[in-house]
């Protein structure tokens, strides 16, 4: 692995113009999906990261065809259905290759999964997926660490999928999957609405499913014989859009976002407004300012609509420069608090106390070397970066780039001074 780094010079206001990408997370379970269709799929807007790259070489191994088209659109066609197995080996770098197990099983009636393991943001168990597959009517055993599922049809079913912290984004996404190509009618109580999985039910009624209630907690499926290919463009990146916002605000900057939904971002926008920070609708798109003075806030992370987990990292960094004491509470993982410690090397003042943590508003951040170590904990990271008096180095960047597409680029073309450098540790 390449032991890429990011070198920061705190201080510059961003200026100017940024195009938000499209979202990871709505397009990695759409990319899936394409295992279930007849024909080609045609993707606009899936963004370039790493992520995607690794669930294309899945889905390669999986007998599709998979092509960067010239235009930039991401061109899938299912061909061969022998191989119904993801390995450890790429399981193990992304989680979220679990979303071929609804789709490998709909399609192919058997899938061979790698479980899991856990990752830097805590356990992630999977039992609410397999759970929905046995209910479509799988039959489910682990096997040597994968999970191996066989069934001779699926039929609809009613099913409830909240677990201890709410509805689950993927389990949703797996379920709704399998369902499309069940025999009968499905109901998923406790669904997860988060805008990425409106777009995969979207993407799927495009193709000839029939689903209804996406959005909503009560999401309902009539079982079709088949799927079609589509052309289909996912839609922005929110929490790319919501970390630019924090890059505006850390800065005392003036940033404008092209395609950027603020629909989905409410209770974000909400937090930043009590902030302090401007948050305004222009022709050309959002346009995010602010004042001098960030206020301190509470912020609870929830399942949509609810303040998002993968927003948390970055509005603490803001919060580390507000003028008095703000509370973070994770909800969704509780675990989530990797970053705590290296913004604590920036100078940050910060206590955990369980899934809380209190920030204390200090002056500035000074620049230090920090580490990545997930993906949107380095996010935090640069933002932090972008505001401390010095040179920050973050290491291990390898984490930024499984979600955000050339961030340094991007912050560089409205005026930060990030550099990308190889190097080593030391
Ligand atoms: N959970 C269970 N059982 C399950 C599945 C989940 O108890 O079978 C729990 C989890 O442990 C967690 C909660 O339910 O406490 C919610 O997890 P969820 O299943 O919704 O997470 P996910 O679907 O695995 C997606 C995103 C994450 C994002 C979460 C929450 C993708 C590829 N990943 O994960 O994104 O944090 O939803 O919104 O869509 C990221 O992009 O940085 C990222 C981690």
Redesign the pocket.
């Known amino acids: 692995m390449g032991l890429a780094y990011f070198e920061i010079n705190g201080g510059p206001r961003l200026r100017g113009t940024v195009r938000i990408s499209g979202a990871?997370?709505a397009a990695?379970?759409i990319m899936a999906a394409s295992l279930m269709c007849e024909g080609e799929v045609i993707l606009h807007d899936v963004p370039p990261v790493s992520?995607v790259t690794f669930l294309a070489e899945l889905l390669s191994k999986l007998g599709v065809e998979v092509e960067w088209r010239p235009d930039g659109a991401l061109r899938l066609v299912a061909r061969d259905e022998m191989n119904c197995r993801a390995e450890y080996d790429i399981v193990r770098k992304m989680?979220?290759s679990i979303?071929v197990l609804g789709p490998l099983l709909a399609k192919r009636h058997r899938a061979q999964v790698s479980m899991p393991g856990g990752c830097a943001?805590?356990?992630?168990?999977?039992?609410?997926?397999?759970r929905a597959m046995q209910l479509l009517g799988a039959d489910i055993e682990l096997v040597n660490g994968d999970i191996v599922a066989k069934t001779k049809k699926l039929h609809g079913s009613e099913m409830f999928l909240g677990?201890?912290?709410?509805?689950?984004?993927?389990?949703t996404?797996n379920a709704m999957m399998a369902a499309t190509l069940a025999e009968g009618l499905t109901v998923i109580e406790m669904a997860?609405c988060?805008p990425?999985v409106v777009d995969l039910a979207n993407f799927l009624n495009k193709c000839g499913a029939s689903i209804t209630g996406q959005g909503t907690p009560r999401i309902v499926i009539e079982g079709v014989k088949e799927l079609h290919g589509c052309e289909y463009r996912i839609i922005p990146d929110r929490?790319e859009a919501g970390t630019f916002m924090v890059a505006s605000a850390i800065t005392n900057g003036e940033l404008t976002l092209e395609n950027c939904r603020l629909d989905h971002l409410m209770a974000f926008v909400d937090r930043l407004t009590a902030i302090g920070v401007n948050v305004e609708r222009s022709e050309r798109g959002v346009t995010v300012s602010s004042a001098r003075r960030l206020e301190p806030v509470d912020v609870t992370t929830q399942?949509f609509p609810g303040f998002?987990?993968?927003l948390q990292a970055q509005i603490m960094a803001l919060l580390c420069l507000a003028d008095g004491n703000s509370i973070i509470t994770e909800k969704?993982?509780p675990d989530r608090f990797l970053h705590v410690a290296e913004l604590s090397r920036m100078g940050a003042h910060l206590r955990k106390e369980g899934p809380t943590v209190i920030v204390q508003g200090v002056k500035r951040l000074i620049a230090a070397p920090v580490m990545a170590s997930?993906?949107?904990a380095s996010a935090a990271l640069v933002l932090a970066g972008l505001a401390a008096r010095g040179t920050t180095r973050v290491n291990r960047i390898y984490h930024i780039e499984r979600?955000y597409v050339r961030i340094d680029e991007k912050l560089r073309a409205v005026g930060a001074d990030i550099q990308r450098r190889e190097g080593d540790e030391s």
């Open positions: 990871k997370n990695l379970p992520d989680r979220a979303c943001i805590g356990d992630r168990p999977v039992n609410l997926h397999l677990g201890p912290f709410g509805s689950t984004v993927l389990g996404a997860a988060e990425e929490i399942p998002p987990t993968d969704v993982f997930d993906l949107r979600g």
